[in-house]
């Protein structure tokens, strides 16, 4: 009871520190009626998300009409009534509207033609690796994320050993590394993995603007600014001819 109560208050003290930051902890429910499934699952997201546990359907629809969560874990074969992860993922689609991943451990043409019916964001067949379910997390999350014009109002980012919600307003400027974007607020240097091309449509197109091939600018923040360079926070990012012109308008 000892550990399950110092638990419980480190959780809330993470919580409450994000939301001072302006920063929100993505809730992953994952349902999974198999307990050493869950077990392993839930170990590997606990890396960088705060989980919740269902065993069956009508349990999760319970926690996401009461909770906050933001994505969906679904193994397919919950039980052998109707409601199975299929039914599941239909109910979140019409009622909830959150990216659902499923997991099986079965390739079944039928049942993985009705699963794909309901539009999943990803379909991981067990045994998996660690990095393909985290990589389809990041990208249903960061992709959900850009298909609703108000929730521009955040991008998905990597702080230390968990995703979180970075407000747009609060963001300096992105500078591309590869694969990754570093995002830079506040003198605080996130990871986020997206390219430039793929960033640009997630950022709300009044505030940011594209000045290099690896950079892009919140332009409120800009003190300073020529054909070449700009000045935000005492840091020279370069200017391509290129994209000159869009600092003018």
């Not at 909830?96 to 067949?125: H, V």
């Amino acid at each position: 009871m000892l550990h399950f109560k110092l638990y419980m208050t480190m959780e809330q003290h993470f919580l409450s520190s994000s939301k001072e930051m302006g920063n929100e902890i993505f809730t992953i429910l994952l349902v999974e009626d198999n307990f050493l499934n869950r077990r392993m699952v839930k170990k590997i997201l606990e890396k960088n998300y705060l989980v919740k546990e269902a065993t069956d359907a009508e349990k999760a629809d319970e926690i996401l009409s009461t909770e906050t969560v933001h994505l969906v874990i679904i193994d397919i074969h919950l039980g052998h009534d109707k409601k199975n992860g299929v039914w599941l993922a239909q109910r979140i689609k019409e009622k909830f509207n959150m990216p659902f991943i499923f997991l099986t451990a079965f390739g079944d043409n039928d049942i993985a033609r009705k699963a794909l019916s309901t539009e999943p964001y990803a379909y991981l067949t067990k045994p998996f690796k660690d990095v393909d379910l985290a990589l389809s997390i990041e990208i249903a999350l960061q992709k959900h994320s850009g298909l609703k014009p108000e929730n521009k109002s955040f991008i998905l980012v990597k702080d230390g050993d968990y995703f979180v919600k970075l407000p747009t307003t609060t963001i300096d400027y992105l500078v591309s590394t590869g694969n990754y974007l570093q995002v830079v607020s506040n003198k605080k240097i996130y990871k986020c993995r997206c390219t430039i091309k793929e960033m640009m449509p997630l950022l709300p197109e009044a505030t940011f603007i594209q000045t290099h091939r690896a950079y892009i600018v919140n332009k409120y923040k800009i003190v300073k600014f020529n054909s070449y360079h700009v000045l935000i926070g005492g840091i020279k990012i370069p200017v391509s001819a290129k994209y000159a012109a869009s600092l003018v308008y």
